[in-house]
């Protein structure tokens, strides 16, 4: 099917000045009503594939990223708020690889209690958020990851995260880590996953108070 160079120039506009990935809607309120939006995506990608900059969809919206071979030269650009400790990296990777997961059930998985301020350093990047509380006695809070943590580490979605061997091989996860402890479920909302826990939108509580709640 022959893509409008029109519609294509009008997409290719809006993705570059957007502050943010956008989604195909928002897209598609902007292009011509006879634009198909997946059409110009798909031409957009092709005349960019190879160059320094590539179309590519993260977390389900569309953005500009720097080409992963290109990505080194510019490392020394990027600003980086504060340094993940090996802890924090860990801890990530678990809620990543088991959310909905609670605080007691990171710890059971590392082999060891997690200190005070890790959970919050990850709320505070924004890669992780407050889901929900699990529906057991003591209803401790269950952790997940954010379209922020997608959006950082260019993934679409949860099942284009790497394996576990490639994170210990790349010096992201403790060697001795138990490759049974982190052999949990393909991440995803599943039916089971989404009843287990109930909303956090108690307006009795506020965030802060959640946080400071002891461990189940």
């Known amino acids: ?29 902007r292009l011509p009503e006879d634009a198909s939006v997946p059409d110009v995506l798909a031409a957009l990608a092709a005349q960019y594939d190879g160059r320094g900059v590539g179309l590519q969809k993260l977390a ?7 080409a992963p071979d290109l990505a080194p030269l510019l490392s020394r650009y990027k600003e980086v708020p504060r340094k993940l ?3 924090a990296v860990e801890t990530l990777a678990i ?66 995260l790497p394996g576990i061997d ?7 996860l403790d060697p001795g880590l138990r490759r049974d402890a982190m052999a949990g479920p ?9 009843d287990s826990e109930d909303s956090l939108d108690e307006p009795e509580e506020t965030e802060e108070e959640i946080r400071s709640e002891p461990a189940a």
Request: charged residues 25%; without cysteine; glycine residues 8%.
């Open 166 to 172: 490639e994170l210990k091989a790349a010096g992201l």
């Open 85 to 87: 400790s090996r802890a």
């Open 95 to 160: 809620i990543a690889y088991h959310q909905p997961v609670t605080r007691a059930e990171i710890e059971e998985v590392r082999g060891v209690a997690l200190s005070k301020g890790t959970l919050d350093l990850l709320l505070e990047t924004g890669w992780i958020r407050m889901r929900g509380r699990r529906r057991v006695p003591g209803r401790p809070v269950t952790y997940g990851t954010s379209d922020d943590f997608l959006v950082h580490f260019g993934l679409d979605s949860l099942q284009d």
């Open 60 to 66: 389900g919206r569309w953005a500009f990223v720097t």
């Open 186 to 194: 393909l991440p995803g909302e599943s039916p089971a996953e989404a």
């Open 1 to 29: 099917m022959s893509v409008d160079p029109a519609h294509i120039r009008i997409a290719e506009a809006l993705l570059f000045a957007a502050a943010e990935p956008l989604d195909e809607n928002t897209l598609a309120q």
